[in-house]
């Protein structure tokens, strides 16, 4: 069974920067399109930013271009997600998913593989 683990959740002030990690037990979607989303209270689940097969190709929602970078190291079978100069809407419980192919996708629909979330929440 695929196992998808994410790591680095946290309180942080507003501002401040967190760094997300997001393991996958499956060797072979080490280099399948990785994504994270995100869940705060009482709303849906939405798009953060997704990462393709080479690195090349990544896709972020407006609302953190320019302040989160999404990366892998595939030898290591991990994502990241570095968020900078975070902000009380960026609290939320965030989610790593694996797709079974390489593109980046932006559609939570095309990833097979979830993590259980973890929590970041940025105080004001």
């Known amino acids: 069974q695929v196992q998808v683990v994410e790591t680095g959740g946290g309180l942080v002030q507003a501002g401040g920067s967190l760094r997300l990690s997001c393991s996958v037990s499956?060797?072979?979607?080490?280099?399948?399109?990785m994504g994270w989303f995100r869940q705060a209270p009482g709303k849906e689940r939405e798009f953060v930013a997704a990462i393709g097969w080479s690195s090349s190709s990544t896709r972020y929602t407006d609302s953190v271009k320019g302040r989160f970078t999404i990366s892998r190291d595939n030898a290591k079978n991990t994502v990241f997600l570095q968020m900078n100069s975070l902000k009380p809407s960026d609290t939320a419980v965030y989610y790593c998913a694996a797709r079974i192919v390489g593109g980046a996708s932006v559609n939570d629909y095309d990833y097979k593989y979830w993590g259980q979330g973890t929590q970041v929440t940025v105080s004001s």
């Open positions: 499956e060797r072979t979607l080490s280099t399948n399109g």
